[in-house]
């Protein structure tokens, strides 16, 4: 893909980004009255609408904001967001009654409540999701499909639906056709599917501290011994940790979220994804790579994957839709490189295929270019959302909070007092309706037990703010 | 459930009965003129409505023909079916050059192709199923959806699906409600995650001999080992046989097909079903109860389940619709007894959740009566084919061919002469566009060489009976 030149960018985005620098370098300090839209516009030659445009998205990351009647002022200053959570050292006493297992039970049960602002699942409301056009793609299927979807799919998945999603991994360098791509009941499956596919009961699998409940959850229902790397709040797991780990341990495959992992949200950058792919090639160990949030991204361009630098098929890339476009519709993939035949294989026998209809659907909702122009519109919502949260949490959690900065995906990882027990304060807050992740859910071992999860994924709005404040009192009644 | 009176049936069949005992006891010989639709009507006191329907029902079931301008005449007397096949006895010598697994991939890959007489897929042609009235329920589950199917749907799948599946329980006798059931992708997932449930690697599970490829295949993949337990014809596996083997091999489950096993067509009796059932539960060994055939029985009633039996919930019980509704929505359903919990947690870890859509289609399409309704024709369809196809068979094949006698489901089984390698002649039949399902790929150590599992599915028509001609001369030239 050709790399975008900075001229390539719309205008109003240049004088943004210029005005968006003076603000980081305090040359507009938060509470500065910005110029005129008038002044704006003749200062740098623009017109009015570029220059409205430029204040409107500023507007929209948070960093300024209009006062009715006198202009625009500085809001927000990025450099002030809170110090990062610590990468994981060794486990930390954890005081509570009731087990890990436990824990995920009772917090995610409740997730449908409506009545909640719930902070703890890390998946999209359905008010930022295309329902109408994805209905029209289902009665398109329902109309176009020879047997009414009611016939079998094929195990690897519908023939479309695989070139559609082939041509996905064009945005992070990827070339690939319909043959290589199996369709997957969401990537929790895509997941299962490669660990059996990579390993035997007994083995060991390195994946990331803290990582997804769901990993090690069903790495030790499959008889699997998990091997934990802690994560670097920005930038993910280390190549070089993993080597020497390698020389201690029988690891015999890694599942690891190199990009926007969850719950650190942090994203290994290119040289490090290209040195791990390296590593795992040297020692021909399975690299399973979850890529389901690589495509909410708040950058300019897509992170690339690990599998972009995978030359002799030894990475499994996975990924889904239920994060950006429809959770209930449970459509996953995996790219499994040299294991592709067994992959299928797999498919076949625990599953025998995927729902015919949905994926005629969806083939039909890509080929038409809707995801690409839905995406653009959820990337932008869910940066905005995540830069006024991280407000959000400035003003009202005690001031020694430190919080996540992702680049992407759904979730704030936020490190509290270290007395502070968090499943203690997830079940103070459900007294108030508010819902959120304890840390200890995190970890196989119950690390993590004064941090939190915080998802983002619900716009900005009053209820919001209020619950914020609820857990912020509750943190600090907490702490003394 | 009250179980039916003689008197409670209309008077046409009660008359068609009368003379098909006449026909089996050869009274009326084949070939014989049967009394005209009039005489017929002052003889029983009937109308001649009545007395037509009597004549239709007969023909349907294959036992007459009607010649244009001449009447009804006798055409086939049941007592003349070919003998039954074999129970397994050992191992027979396999001379093949492929392996089980590659037989398994070379038969079920070509499946879709429509130039094809397909005898080798049981599930049902798609005009044999209410695809029109499907649609409507989904169009109605895509309108009724609060958030048009696109949340992820409960784990254990769609509580107003799980109340309908429960009632269908209701049949067979069972009682159960919504919390009892687990929704799942398809009865193959069923299975697997009542193996994951009741099992760990290494173990020993029991299964019938000839059985289902799926089930040995996955246990393979389970890490687990199959134990294989001989399937009598007509009443399926021997409670007795359990016992003893009980005694000798540290069994931890059974997955047994108990009404229309698969590939032979035999129905356990319920005294054997309860017998199973009480064995088992003094045992405290779970037997996944494997029921997808159960609703498409050509009796007067439906067999009844080892469910039915379990008052200790260690009958784990699996079903679909994929047999009998829509392959392509892969709506499976296990009620699981004592295991309920454990199982729950299994699909949240493997798959998180079901397609929300297609869950609440079916649960519209139950609820309002509809799957009676089309069950109703559906086996009478099947019936009708079963008994066309045995005739077929013995009017092509050696006479020295044995076929199963089943009275439900999809397939015949078929004993060919000892000589027969039966991939040896799906190569062939494939040269001339027939498809068969070799009897190699019913068991894990390629058994059965010279038997053919032949799926009925298909409505008959002169294609089907040129496809029997072709390979009932094939089988004569290859066993010579």
């Not at 409540?113 to 359905?126: G, H, K, L, M």
């Not at 490669?194 to 790495?219: H, M, R, S, W």
């Not at 390698?246 to 949200?265: H, Y």
Request: with cysteine; aromatic share 10%.
């Amino acid at each position: 893909m050709k790399k975008k030149k900075p001229g390539d960018d719309p205008i109003y985005l240049q004088v943004a980004e210029g005005l968006e620098k003076m603000i980081g370098d305090e040359t507009l300090k938060i509470g500065d009255k910005l110029p005129s839209v008038r002044m704006l516009s003749e200062e740098y030659g623009i017109s009015m609408g570029t220059a409205f445009q430029a204040y409107y998205h500023l507007e929209g990351k948070g960093l300024i904001e209009s006062r009715p009647k006198s202009g625009y002022y500085v809001r927000f200053n990025l450099r002030r967001l809170p110090g990062l959570p610590h990468k994981a050292v060794e486990p930390e006493p954890v005081a509570t009654e009731v087990s890990v297992a436990e824990m995920i039970t009772n917090v995610f049960q409740r997730t449908s409540r409506e009545d909640f602002v719930n902070f703890s699942v890390a998946a999209p409301p359905i008010s930022l999701l295309p329902a109408a056009k994805l209905n029209k793609s289902l009665v398109h299927a329902l109309r176009a499909s020879r047997n009414h979807g009611l016939q079998y799919e094929h195990s690897q998945g519908n023939p479309g639906l695989r070139r559609q999603l082939a041509l996905l991994a064009f945005h992070w360098g990827g070339k690939y056709a319909a043959e290589d791509v199996v369709v997957t009941a969401g990537c929790m499956e895509a997941l299962v599917m490669c660990l059996k596919a990579t390993t035997q009961p007994g083995d060991t699998v390195a994946i990331e501290n803290p990582t997804y409940f769901g990993i090690y959850q069903v790495i030790e229902s499959l008889g699997l011994k998990a091997l934990e790397i802690a994560v670097d709040p920005l930038t993910g797991i280390d190549p070089q940790q993993l080597e020497t780990l390698l020389q201690k341990f029988p690891i015999k495959a890694c599942v690891f979220v190199p990009t926007f992992s969850n719950p650190m949200g942090s994203c290994m950058p290119d040289e490090k994804k290209k040195a791990l792919v390296q590593l795992i090639t040297r020692h021909q160990i399975p690299l399973i790579e979850d890529d389901i949030y690589g495509e909410m991204y708040f950058g300019r361009h897509r992170p690339r994957t690990c599998k972009s630098f995978d030359t002799e098929g030894w990475v499994l890339y996975c990924s889904s839709l239920s994060k950006s476009l429809a959770p209930g519709y449970r459509i996953g993939w995996i790219i499994p490189g040299r294991f592709t035949k067994r992959v299928i294989q797999l498919k076949m026998m625990h599953t025998v295929s995927g729902t015919t209809l949905t994926q005629e659907a969806i083939a039909h909702f890509l080929s038409i270019g809707r995801y690409e122009y839905h995406l653009k519109k959820l990337r932008k919502a869910l940066h905005t959302q995540c830069l006024r949260y991280q407000q959000g949490i400035l003003q009202y959690f005690p001031p020694d909070t430190k919080v996540s900065r992702p680049q992407g995906g759904f979730v704030l990882w936020v490190q509290l007092d270290r007395q502070l027990n968090a499943y203690r304060l997830y079940r103070e807050a459900l007294k108030h309706n508010v819902s959120v992740a304890p840390g200890q859910v995190f970890s196989a071992k119950g690390q993590f037990g004064n941090c939190l999860r915080l998802s983002y994924a619900r716009p900005w709005d009053a209820e919001v703010e209020e619950a914020l404040r609820i857990l912020g009192s509750l943190i600090r009644k907490m702490s003394k």
